[in-house]
């Protein structure tokens, strides 16, 4: 415990508390550091370029996440239930885009999604007309919700799958021995036990969401127009502390934004608790 | 066990096929990146992705990857190694002992601790990056190891998950038995709690190990030593060299590379696959 | 090979020679030699530094730098330079911004683009060269590249390379689809419809929306948009230059005769290959590029002059960079030695063009050797003759913003919708002047766009 939490003081405690302190000024080319005292915050709360990137986060939260957790919690069940062919294939190649490194990733399906070489293209002529075109205003949130999805389902198939397997045998034997059926077991028995699981999963996913940032970024380097310098919150503070030489308003966003990230996330770990008890 | 229909459950076909087509989607990329290692440079640009296409050049690829520069991506790797085993383990052990410890024992500000972790994982790293990167070099920890392995000791993620983990899987009438039989509180955990533990362990370590592997935000804005840089900083730099002026091209050794970092997470996975294999905790329970 | 051989040898003969005599003369007066010495120096003391030697960091992403390097540390045995690959500029900027907020670990020499120059020099960043009398070295450089690194009464670096616009092309794809050489703008927009309509699959030249292009353009159409003096900046993204390429340009976006196609991408590079793009206006350091980059299009491309707009040739830089001094470094004497070698010393400049560097001196761009050098890549054509002649057409007065990598950045949402939408160009120069006038009035500046 107590090393945990040294490491812990030093490493992200420390950063953050600086960030804090840093927020309190404001940084110019000309005039150099004067201390600003709030004046950050108030600007952050009516700065439409921070609002217009946390809507899209917050769209992206609700559509992206209950498709991905849906998507890993049937593939868990399923390799689970041990009525898979080759199960243990299935959790590999389920896994193995997680371990593919996220710039590596991204070149990959932005290659793909090319309308004129990749499989895109090769897509909208087999219809016969422009299906999709992932590199349109339509369709790129679409395109980066599908990269952090191939990335994902595998991780958190896994913390589900592993959270199934603390469920001693001895029930299921017992739930079989009563007659129960795969879904009636599957209903009581499984999706109890991994909604702890859930619960982490759905709170990474919020933190995943709202900090969304290696994926539009390396996308941004295709497709400049195509996403802004302030698509979402963390691609924000990024461009302002890198290219603007803002890094107290940079270190305000990222509060602000961490804020309410922490807020929503605590919502909901309430919510998924009081519903245990 | 035998005999239980639950535990030789019939294999069904429809479900095999319904995530197969799941797979299909996890692995075409993956097959877009074995098909590329085969193609030189000329090739990878002209020809259709996923198929082969000109003179089989993977071998000489492999070749050009491991001595392009001077052999640097053989020192890529072994740095990487490095981070992984000293970062990932370091960060296994303490989100393992931390986790258990907030799971088992009460204390006062508990809840205090639980809100400050979830808090400081909630602000995004990318935008601390900076703050840590002048406090670092404040004393002297830029452009060394250390700025890289130090920050991935902590894992808030994994103390997470090592949190609910010990709540459910290591029930307190057991610890609370031992207690009572007079173990103390390290040979309670290292005999018990630990085997309990093992497939939540086995998914942290995972995890950190990925996290680790894959880190490279960090290790950009850290180093500036080239022989200090783990492997996906090193393909990035590969990367940007073939833009600007005097540009050199090696997307072939971009992806040659890509998937030799790859090659070694999927190893660490089937090996410690096995610990997800039998009913570990089932089999702790009993004993 | 011989005579570079031969000349490495006497330079170091003459050095050494120098060195003893240099000795004898400084007696113990050479204290402060290694020192952080704020104060200037002579070019005696200069090259008594580097005789003492010592190390000092140096920061690039020049391909050629571990060759020149590797030559310096051969005449100077005594000089340590670390190399740091910093793995191109946009990354380079932001190390070097950190490092210098940080103030430990800042390099002696550092690459910079011609662009990002202000941006480190008004918060007084950079170390001022005058006082290693680099002042004299002015005649050895051609103007524009000297005035990106003069400004505001000081010299902030020596250039290392310079970037004169030319038409490159491919002559197969041209030829396929039966279009001549545009030697004005209308006659390119024109050419870039006849290679639309006889295959549309392919298109004249490739652009999304680059903030690189766009002001060297806007420069090349005779605008001078930034103008800074002190704090009090001007932006005029509306100016007669400004106006003038966007009215030319817009019928491109409209009727969507470019590809879409980010430059250094993979695709880019195949595509230049395969004559689907068939020609692009960037820096004389393109022919390095192609010739690394496009193996296939060898004896295809050719490079003409600039298109103008009214027949009078102009000509405007892209890209190119300077090495500079930062003024925290602890070894600036020493780093003074280094940089007035890397950039004005034949041997390091050989060694730049050698592999297909292009230079910002002068004489070099006059020499007999380099103006007849024919690329076998060019089929044969002496392009350098063509580049060269560039370079003294290239527009003066121009300036880059003090904070022109942020400028940058912000491009692609504003002046890149345009692109994206099929929008009004004038439109997106607009939004773009909006941006940063209120970014700079934030920094501190008098801003009167």
Known sequence: MTPFLVVFALFIVTPLVYSMYLSLFRNQLMGGTTFAGFDNYVTAFTDPKLWDGAGRVGLFFLVQVPIMLGLSLIAALAIDSGRLHGKSFFRVALFLPYAVPGVVAVLMWGFMYDDRLGLTGSLNDLVGFPLVDPYTKQWILTAIGNIVTWEFVGYNMLILYSALKTVPVEIYEAASIDGANQFRIVRSIKLPAVRGALLIATIFSILGSFQLFNEPNILKQIQPALISTYYTPNIYAYNLSFTGNQVSYAATVAIVMGLVTAVIAYVVQLRGTRRDV | ?287 | ?449
């Not at chain 3, 204290?31 to 003391?45: F, I, K, L, T």
Request: aromatic letters at 12%; a negative charge.
């Open chain 3, 1 to 449: 090979m011989t005579i570079t051989r031969n000349r490495r040898v006497a330079v170091g003969a003459v050095a050494t020679l120098l060195a003893v005599s240099l000795t004898a003369c400084s007696g113990g007066g050479d204290d402060d030699g290694g020192g952080g010495g704020a104060e200037g120096a002579s070019a005696d003391e200069i090259e008594a530094a580097l005789q003492e030697g010592g190390s000092i960091t140096y920061w690039t992403w020049t391909p050629q730098a571990q060759t020149q390097v590797d030559a310096f540390e051969k005449a100077y045995p005594n000089v340590d330079v670390t190399l740091v690959d910093t793995t191109g500029a946009g990354d380079a900027n932001t190390k070097l911004q950190n490092t210098l907020a940080a103030g430990t670990g800042v390099p002696d020499v550092v690459q910079i683009e011609y662009q990002s120059v202000p941006q480190f020099q008004l918060p007084g960043q950079l170390a001022d060269l005058t006082e290693y009398g680099f002042d004299e070295l002015e005649s050895l450089y051609t103007p524009s590249t000297w005035g990106a690194v003069s400004q505001n009464g000081g010299i902030w670096g020596l250039p290392q390379d310079s970037g004169p616009m030319a038409f490159f092309y491919n002559q197969e794809a041209f030829d396929a689809a039966g279009v001549e050489v545009p030697t004005t703008w209308d006659e390119y927009v024109e050419a870039a419809r006849t290679i639309k309509k006889n295959d549309p699959d392919t298109c004249l030249a490739n652009d999304s929306g680059d903030p690189g292009f766009t002001t060297s353009m806007i420069w090349q159409a005779g605008g001078t948009p930034f103008q800074t003096d002190g704090d009090a900046v001007t932006i005029d993204l509306a100016d007669e230059g400004a106006t003038k390429w966007a009215e030319m340009y817009q019928p491109l976006i409209d009727d969507e005769l470019l590809c879409q196609l980010p430059g250094w991408s993979d695709e880019w590079y195949q595509a230049l290959g395969d004559g689907t793009i068939a020609s692009v206006a960037l820096g004389a350091w393109m022919p390095g590029v192609l010739e690394d980059g496009v193996p296939d299009g060898k004896g295809k491309w050719r490079v003409a002059p600039m298109p103008t707009y009214d027949g009078t040739p102009t000509n405007a830089e892209n890209g190119g960079s300077t090495e500079s001094i930062p003024e925290a470094s602890e070894n600036k004497l020493l780093a003074a030695g280094f940089l007035k070698w890397l950039n004005s010393s034949d041997e390091s400049i050989k060694a730049f063009m050698d592999t297909g560097g292009f230079p910002a001196t002068v004489k070099d761009l006059e020499s007999a050797d380099f103006l007849g050098y024919e690329s076998e890549y060019f089929g044969g054509q002496k392009i350098n003759e063509v580049l060269a002649a560039g370079a003294s057409d290239v527009n003066e007065g121009w300036q880059y913003l003090p904070w022109q990598s942020y400028a940058n950045s912000i491009y692609a949402d504003t002046v890149g919708q345009a692109y994206l939408d099929k929008s009004s160009l004038l439109d997106g120069l607009a939004a773009w002047q909006d941006e940063n006038v209120s970014y700079g009035t934030e920094q501190g500046f008098n801003v009167n766009g």
């Open chain 2, 1 to 287: 066990m035998a005999g239980y229909s639950y535990l030789r459950p019939r294999k069904s076909v429809t479900l095999t096929v319904l995530l197969g087509a799941l797979i299909v989607y996890s692995v075409l990329p993956l097959a877009w990146m074995l098909f590329s290692i085969t193609k030189t440079q000329p090739e990878l640009l002209s020809s259709f992705g996923l198929w082969f296409s000109g003179p089989f050049a993977l071998f000489d690829n492999l070749q050009q990857v491991v001595t392009h520069d001077d052999g640097i991506f053989v020192r890529w790797f072994a740095n990487t190694l490095v981070y992984v085993v000293v970062g990932a383990g370091g960060a296994t052990l303490l989100a393992t002992a931390a986790g258990y410890g907030l799971a088992k024992y009460r204390f006062r500000g508990r809840n205090a601790v639980f809100a400050t972790i979830l808090g400081a994982i909630a602000v995004p790293g990318t935008a601390l990056a900076v703050p840590t990167f002048l406090l670092f070099s404040q004393v002297g920890l830029t452009n060394t190891m250390w700025a890289i392995i130090l920050p991935s000791l902590v894992s808030p993620f994994g103390l997470y998950l090592m949190w609910v983990f010990a709540a459910e899987a290591v029930p307190s009438e057991i610890l609370e038995a031992a207690r009572v039989d007079g173990a103390g509180e390290w040979r309670t955990f290292f005999t018990i709690s630990l085997r309990l533990l093992a497939p939540g362990i086995v998914t942290v370590a995972l995890f950190a190990i990925v996290a680790t592997w894959n880190n490279y935000f960090l290790p950009l804005i850290m180093l500036n030593d080239p022989n200090l840089y783990p492997l996906t900083l090193g393909l990035y730099q590969w990367l940007a060299d073939a833009s600007g002026i005097g540009a050199q091209p090696v997307f072939n050794l971009v992806i040659t590379g890509s998937f030799l970092t790859v090659v070694p997470i999927v190893i660490a996975f089937l090996l410690l696959q096995r610990y997800w294999q039998s009913g570990l905790s089932a089999g702790g329970v009993k004993a």
